[in-house]
C-alpha cells in the first residue's frame, strides 16, 4: 500500500540546518509530485514546497524561499527537504504527502493531496 514516512526533524538552534526525508512506498515516485507541508501549534497547515514528478520542477512558499531546497532520488523513492537558517517560526510539525498528480501547480490546498506520513517535528530555539 501507499506509504509516506518522514523522518530528519529534531531540535536545532536558529540559524542552523535539518534535512527532512520522505520515504515512499507503494508507488512509483516519478509519477507524482511530492509537497512539504508543516503546522505549528495553533495554525493551519500550510504549503511549504513542491517538487513535481516528471521534470523535478519546484515550488516554494515565500516565507522559505532561499533557505530551503527540495529534491528528490527516484533511485531511493525519497524526496529531501534541506532547510538553511532555520528560525523560530520555522518551528512545526513537517509533513510530506503525495499530489493527485505528477506537477505541483500553483496551489497548495491539502484536497489536492491523496497521502500523507505522519510528520515529524522541528524545533528551532536555543
Known amino acids: 500500500q501507499v506509504q509516506l514516512v518522514e523522518s530528519g526533524g529534531g531540535l536545532v538552534q536558529p540559524g542552523g540546518s535539518l534535512r527532512l526525508s520522505c520515504a515512499a512506498s507503494?508507488?512509483?515516485?516519478?509519477?507524482?509530485?511530492i509537497g512539504w507541508f508543516r503546522q505549528a501549534p495553533g495554525k493551519e497547515r500550510e504549503g511549504v514546497s513542491c517538487?513535481?514528478?516528471?521534470?523535478?520542477?519546484?515550488y516554494y512558499a515565500d516565507f522559505v524561499k532561499g533557505r530551503f531546497t527540495i529534491s528528490r532520488d527516484n533511485a531511493k523513492n525519497t524526496v529531501y527537504l534541506q532547510m538553511n537558517s532555520l528560525k523560530p517560526e520555522d518551528t512545526a510539525i513537517y509533513y510530506c504527502?503525495?499530489?493527485?498528480?505528477?506537477?505541483?501547480?500553483?496551489?497548495?490546498?491539502?484536497?489536492?493531496?491523496?497521502?500523507w506520513g505522519q510528520g515529524t517535528q522541528v524545533t528551532v530555539s536555543s
Open positions: 504527502a503525495r499530489r493527485k498528480s505528477s506537477v505541483c501547480g500553483t496551489s497548495s490546498i491539502a484536497t489536492l493531496y491523496d497521502y
Open positions: 507503494g508507488f512509483t515516485l516519478d509519477y507524482y509530485a
Open positions: 517538487i513535481s514528478g516528471i521534470g523535478g520542477s519546484t
